[in-house]
């Protein structure tokens, strides 16, 4: 039961270069988020996507764009990397909030270095 | 906009000892999560606590929530270093919405010694 994964685990890129983090689940879960984690400042909302099809940005959306691409898969991309965006980048996914008491379920995160 | 207020941030604790970590949150809220991280990994689900004077306990964490004092506690009992990890209090943004966003705390980063 694999939950929710996410690639790569790792990832070095210098500035300006541009990636696609990839995040998917297998809980048939309706809504996916992406969070940033710095040290010291918890889990910040990047984006997310209450169901397939509809993508709204969170807290910290700046230098980042997301894809929906179905119900399984959520995507982030940075399109010109900076330092300011070194960080752990962890995707969750939930069964919609309003109809269910289930917490968001995490996958292990990719630690993301911009040189 | 939504603040999540943990204390301490940082709790260093001998085994056996009791101790309670705070989560303080800004606005209206009829639910709050506790999650656990070990160092490098993921985020666990603890606790989800939905209503006013909810009590969930396991082992020897037992978590409540006040939403008119707009608080939640996690209580240690008798602590071992197995709980050494860093705790995670998250509120949801939009009261009675299905859009499911969260606030996080902090963290408030555990260590139990011998």
């Known amino acids: 039961n694999a939950g929710v994964t996410q690639t790569p685990k790792f990832q070095v890129l210098k500035t300006g270069q541009s990636m696609t983090l990839q995040c998917a689940q297998d809980?048939?879960?309706?809504?996916m988020y992406w969070y940033r984690q710095d040290p010291g400042m918890g889990l910040r909302l990047i984006y997310y996507?209450?169901?397939?099809?509809?993508?709204d940005k969170g807290e910290v959306p700046n230098g980042y764009n997301v894809s929906r691409l179905n119900k399984r898969e959520f995507s982030l991309r940075l399109e010109s990397a900076a330092p300011s965006q070194t960080s752990v980048y962890f995707c969750?996914?939930?069964?919609?909030?309003?109809?269910?008491?289930?917490?968001?379920?995490f996958g292990d995160g990719t630690r993301l270095s911009i040189l | 906009e939504l603040k999540v207020e943990q204390n301490p941030l940082f709790l260093s604790m001998q085994e056996g000892k009791n101790y309670t970590i705070y989560c303080n949150y800004s606005?209206?809220?009829?639910?709050l999560y506790w999650y656990r991280q070990d160092p490098g990994k993921s985020l666990e689900s603890l606790f989800v606590?939905?209503?006013?004077?909810a009590v969930k306990q396991e082992g020897r964490l037992m978590a409540s929530l006040d939403t008119k004092a707009r608080l939640s506690t996690l209580h240690i009992t008798a602590a071992v270093h197995d709980l050494s990890a860093t705790y995670f209090c998250?509120?949801?943004?939009?009261?009675?919405?299905?859009?499911?966003?969260?606030?996080f705390g902090r963290g408030t980063q555990l260590t139990v010694w011998p």
């Open positions: 969750a996914s939930s069964v919609r909030t309003g109809l269910s008491n289930q917490p968001q379920h």
């Open positions: 996507s209450a169901s397939e099809g509809t993508t």
């Open positions: 998250a509120v949801p943004a939009d009261r009675g919405s299905t859009l499911g966003r969260l606030y």
């Open positions: 809980m048939n879960h309706n809504s």
């Open positions: 606590l939905l209503s006013n004077g």
């Open positions: 606005t209206t809220s009829d639910r």
